[in-house]
């Protein structure tokens, strides 16, 4: 298995610019997320899904959306990037069950916008 | 969700055994603690996860008092490559519900030759 993959690894945009970031797992997990993590902090949830279909939104979800076409991806959109969305962005992977929840977390994207 | 508390840093040196406690006074009864490592430009992840009393896997032991309302993570005789970063959460386990994890500052973990 390749687990929780995520391209690109790094990314440069300019203010203003739209892009997308991928997320794929190959675990057959039912529950993927994103998260950010700026300097110095821990990792702050954007958006979720349980499932093919369904998305909601997590801490700070202004300024991206997600879409759950299917169960493997979970792309997240940014609309009109801005210096304050420059971070390390983490895609997630589990099952989440009610006795046991590990979460499978992706390498990682490094966005900065100029 | 409960918040946590745990120390920011601690330094150690190679072959002891280390000790991170974690408060959490607001844990409810269906609470579970887990504990997550991140190295430098990785991803969390996942070391062990328990309700109460001691959980042991092959990384390191979990131990949890009755009241649960602290936890501590124990790593047996750390090495260099244990220097990482360590969070404690707090989640609600549920079937086919997610999980959202919420994540505190962590504590910086340097162990010293």
């Known amino acids: 298995n390749a687990g929780v993959t995520q391209t690109p690894k790094f990314q440069v945009l300019k203010t203003g610019q739209s892009m997308t970031l991928q997320c794929a797992q190959d675990m057959n997990h039912e529950y993927m997320s994103w998260y950010r993590q700026d300097p110095g902090m821990g990792l702050r949830l954007i958006h979720y899904s349980v499932g093919a279909g369904i998305t909601d939104q997590g801490e700070v979800p202004n300024g991206y959306n997600v879409s759950r076409s299917t169960t493997e991806d979970f792309p997240l959109r940014l609309l009109s990037a801005a210096p304050s969305q420059t971070s390390v962005y983490f895609c997630?992977?589990?099952?989440?069950?009610?006795?046991?929840?590990?979460?499978?977390f992706g390498p990682g994207t490094r966005l900065t916008v100029l | 969700l409960a918040k946590t508390t745990q120390p920011i840093s601690m330094d150690s040196y190679e072959g002891q055994e280390v000790n991170i406690t974690c408060s959490h006074n607001?844990?409810?009864?269906?609470?579970?603690i887990t504990w997550y490592q991140q190295f430098p430009s990785q991803g969390p992840r996942f070391i062990i996860q328990g309700y109460k009393t001691k959980v042991t896997n092959e990384v390191a032991s979990l131990f949890i008092p009755a009241d649960r309302k602290s936890s501590t993570l124990s790593l047996p005789r750390v090495s260099l490559s244990d220097t990482a970063v360590y969070y404690c959460?707090?989640?609600?386990?549920?079937?086919?519900?997610?999980?959202?994890?919420?994540f505190g500052g962590g504590t910086r973990l340097m162990v010293k030759p």
């Open positions: 959460l707090v989640e609600k386990l549920r079937n086919n519900a997610g999980n959202m994890l919420t």
């Open positions: 997630a992977s589990g099952r989440g069950s009610r006795d046991y929840n590990e979460q499978f």
């Open positions: 607001n844990i409810a009864t269906n609470d579970y």
